[in-house]
């Protein structure tokens, strides 16, 4: 798998960021991100995103509702979406696939899984394209 690929990672939150930022960063990824999801999808498709890292606790809209407007937008539309939450939150795991999540993550998490995570679910998209 190339070694740039484009993770977009709107996440309100320093500190996860900074983490998201270094391991991803040492995984190989390109790394673009918006504090909160105002610009997040006009961002996302300038850097021409493969994956986006959506925090369910960011900014003025609703993560879920962020996540219809990218499966709305025709740009953004293919693009997979995980979505980072809160452990436990069952409901909202339920409502962000029923969105269009791809996947979701659960915080705290360990900092490695987040780009192994993202690594399998890359390739595996991957794999399916060349295949059709």
């Known amino acids: 798998m190339s070694e740039s690929l484009r993770i977009f990672v ?3 939150e320093p500190r996860i960021r900074k983490i998201v930022d270094r391991n991803l960063k040492l ?3 390109e790394v673009f991100f918006a504090e909160d999801d105002s610009p997040g999808l006009e961002q996302a ?3 021409a995103a493969d994956l986006v890292l959506l925090d ?3 900014g003025r809209l609703n993560c879920i509702e962020l996540l219809r407007k ?3 937008d025709k740009n953004l539309r293919e693009i997979p979406v995980f979505v980072l939450t809160e452990q436990g939150d069952d409901d909202l795991i339920r409502r ?3 969105a269009g999540a791809d996947d979701y993550i659960c915080k705290p998490f360990p900092p490695r899984q987040l780009a192994n ?3 399998r679910k890359l390739e595996g998209l991957l794999t399916r394209k060349i295949h059709r």
């Open 56 to 58: 369910c606790q960011s």
């Open 45 to 47: 498709a300038g850097c």
């Open 27 to 29: 995984d190989g990824f």
């Open 96 to 98: 962000a696939f029923a």
């Open 70 to 72: 990218i499966r709305e």
């Open 10 to 12: 709107v996440e309100t």
């Open 117 to 119: 995570t993202i690594r």
